[in-house]
């Protein structure tokens, strides 16, 4: 089973979340479609998750060219949107 939640900014996240991994898809407002996805180990504790999506993003973003700023997560909101997808349990 699968849990999505996404987060809508000028950088669009998307989460899907398997209880082996969660695959990260980013999708700048400037850029046509999602990045490839990315996957992030859901043990990892959450101030890795936050820099580990961070870099996702800006890897997203400059991979199509965005001229958009860079956003900077904010972390109680990463933290709703990982909660969104906790009931993926092993």
Not at 67 to 84: H, M
Request: charged residues 20%; glycine residues 6%; negative net charge.
């Amino acid at each position: 089973m699968q849990y999505e939640a996404e987060l809508n900014e000028p950088v669009k996240l998307m989460l899907q979340r398997s209880a082996d991994a969660i695959l990260l898809y980013v999708q700048p407002s400037d850029c046509e479609g999602a990045s490839r996805p990315s996957s992030v180990n859901p043990a990892y504790s959450a101030t890795t998750m936050k820099y580990m999506i961070q870099g996702h993003i800006v890897m997203a973003m400059r991979g199509c060219g965005s001229e958009l700023p860079i956003p900077q997560l904010d972390a109680e909101e990463l933290a709703e949107l990982l909660k969104l997808t906790e009931g993926v349990a092993n």
